[in-house]
């Protein structure tokens, strides 16, 4: 069901041209008719309106239940620094946060991982952009369970792309669940945006490729 809040951060995430159409290659090597992309987001005043929309979905489906928030480098940095942020403002709920490196620091305090220390035991929440083939968090788990012996519950992202992963008949969220027991929560989906283009005649070219799209790649 496309909610007043869905529409929305679609049309948020519209005007700040990080959802676009058009011909984009995936991260897992797909042409796909739309693409969205979170390094867009380039002011203060969207960052803070983003980490709202994080903040709201965090707390409406954990109540704080968690030790600590993981934003993987580089997109998921400002992410998780701004859900953080909004939490403590709207919601009064401090927690901290960490992120982490591509490459480990050799000098100093040394090591990859930036913020929050995790430690044996800890509820991590991870906050990533979207998730297509679920390539990603593959990479991100080796990094928390190599840092302590954390137990990582929930993944909030921004768009769920529904897209098939690396398990015939299974999309990248359900393999995330099966392999990690990972809850993974997105502000909106694919059908969201479906359904919101559907609204308008403007976007009947967009909305036949993505329909295409979404037939070949997509599991609901």
Known sequence: MLTKEKKEFIEFMMG?????????ITKSGRK???????????????IAALGKFYA????????????????????????VTAAAASLAEDYH???PYFFNRKEAKDHGEGGSLVGYK???????????????AG???????????????????DMFISVNRCEVGQKAGK??????MEDYGIRVHAIVTVEDIH???????????????MEQYMEQYCIF
Not at 57 to 75: D, V
Not at 195 to 209: H, I, N
């Open 195 to 209: 359904a919101y283009l559907a609204q308008s005649t403007d976007y009947s070219g967009v909305l036949k490729s």
């Open 118 to 132: 995790p430690q044996d035991g800890d509820r991590i929440v991870i906050v990533e952009d979207v998730i297509t």
């Open 16 to 24: 700040a041209d990080v959802l676009r159409f058009g011909e984009f």
């Open 56 to 79: 709201h979905l965090i707390q409406e489906q954990t109540g704080g239940n968690f030790e600590a928030l993981f934003g993987p480098a580089y997109k998921g940095i400002p992410l």
């Open 171 to 176: 999309t990248a969220v359900m393999e995330v």
């Open 32 to 46: 796909t008719p739309y693409f969205v992309n979170t390094g867009n987001y380039r002011t203060g005043k969207q």
């Open 93 to 95: 709920m401090d927690k």
């Open 135 to 153: 390539t990603a968090i593959r990479e991100t788990m080796p990094v928390l369970q190599g840092a302590a012996k954390v137990d990582v519950t």
